[in-house]
């Protein structure tokens, strides 16, 4: 028996086989606290993870900032229009210079300026200014000013994170030599979200809700539907789950969902009839609904093994609601919070150990290849 | 700190277990323990005086709306409630009823605010 009692067993690796007993990532990949510090390099260091979207910082100087595992990131505008990103790591003496909540609303600032001795940055990471002591070697007596070399501007900028982009979405990777381009990565989602005047619409909500569990236990949750019916009850009225497809991709898949009767053209940013629910790995999603000219973001942003933050966000064609796009988010919001009841009630079971290992469902291959996929990451 | 200083004070009438608290959370996490182990539930017996106007009638949402700047604890959303005699359990459930349906949301842990 390799799925209970985890510690008298021992659970295999997951099968390639989605037909065979061992094919689901075994509970300890979900409940492990050493398994999210390897998930921090194996996984939130080497693949491409969302940053944010460029029309929330429109202007030279807007940011947000981004806590991904340890390391924190600046996104800015930069003068000539570029959006770039930088650890928000002080070259001085490492302080952390901007607020670090997982993901920031965004402000603006003309310069990056260290609040602990005021070392300040141009917006392209090059060092602009220092105090005067540290041009002046007044307190030390075995020093003349002259002696003082000064900081070449660039050599003492700020450390940049490489990024990249699909249409407005804006990734990071920290990774010195990324095993993948993000268009590796992203393979046919990148033409797919391409293809969509995404950069049109506006950002017009944000929830960011704290959740108790795993951030792969959400990540699974969205990757099927197998639970809708029993759960869902409100949002499945209207669409035909049987006749939705599951689409596999090498590093995404794709939840497309039929509507019952066909919705009216004009409500929605994409052609086909449907709803697409699209997760990126490692802990992205873009969804595209199929009664709401409108598409939203998930970013699965783990805090630790046993909590994740949800940051929503939904972009219209303008940025006030009307009362339908109102009555769409607050759907969506609920929908949100039935899949919250259902992932905290899982992890609370996956946390006992009395799992040692799972089992997916032969129409589970979304899972199948999330978990392959996190396997890979941790043997790579 | 006399017991006098302590603003939030519950009880078990069933057992007449009582927590005094300065953090209205603080109750919360009583009632859960309490109620996982005896299945009984709590309620109020002080609170300090409240920032806002707690309307007449029973509705979660106008407490929250009105305590709720941008979030409100969930023993404070409780601790208000007990105007209209509901216990910690009620308002618990009360509270759940309205995030499933999609009016309240967590944005951080044990606190609620209006979609
Ligand atoms: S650490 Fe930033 S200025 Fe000193
Ligand atoms: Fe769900």
Known sequence: MTRWNEDVDEVQAVSPDITDETNAL????????????????????????????????????????????????????????????????????????????????????????????????????????????????????????????????????????????????????????????????????????????????????????????????????????????ANHQDWITGIQLDESALEVNDYHWVLHYTHEEDVEDELRIHDEHEAQFHYFWPNFTVNMYGTADGYGTYIVDPIDEERFQLIADYYFAEPELTEAEEEFVRTSRQLQEEDFELVERQYEGLRSGALGQGQLGPNEHTLHRFHRLAQEAYNA | MTADDVPFVACCPDCTERTTATDPNEVVAFYRRHHAVTGHDVSWERTPPLAADVPADPDVDAVVAALGDPDVALGAVSAAASEWGWTVGETLDAVHDRRLTGALWEPRDDHVALV
């Not at chain 1, 070259?91 to 300026?113: E, L």
């Not at chain 1, 959740?211 to 809708?228: L, P, R």
């Open chain 1, 26 to 229: 075994p509970a300890k990949y979900f409940t492990d606290p050493d398994v999210w510090e390897m998930e921090k390099e194996k996984v939130f260091s080497r693949y491409w993870v969302y940053a944010g979207h460029e029309n929330c910082i429109p202007d030279a100087g807007d940011y947000f900032t981004r806590t991904v595992g340890d390391k924190q990131v600046i996104v800015a505008r930069d003068e000539d229009g570029d959006v770039r990103a930088f650890y928000n790591v002080c070259a001085h003496r490492g302080s952390k210079m901007v607020a670090d909540t997982p993901m920031t609303d965004p402000g603006n600032m003309g310069r990056i300026q260290c609040p602990y001795h005021l070392w300040t940055y141009d917006l392209d990471g090059d060092l602009r200014s220092t105090p005067r002591s540290f041009e002046e070697a007044s307190l030390n007596p075995d020093l003349d000013d002259s002696d003082v070399a000064g900081l070449d501007p660039d050599e003492n900028g700020l450390l940049e994170v490489r990024t990249d982009s699909i249409g407005p979405l804006v990734f990071l990777n920290f990774a010195d030599d990324p095993p993948l381009s993000l268009a590796e990565q992203a393979g046919k989602l990148k033409t797919r979200l391409e293809s969509l005047p995404l950069e049109e619409y506006q950002h017009a909500r944000r929830y960011v809700s704290e959740v108790a569990c795993n951030w792969k236990t959400f990540g699974g949750n969205y990757s099927e539907c197998d639970h809708c019916q």
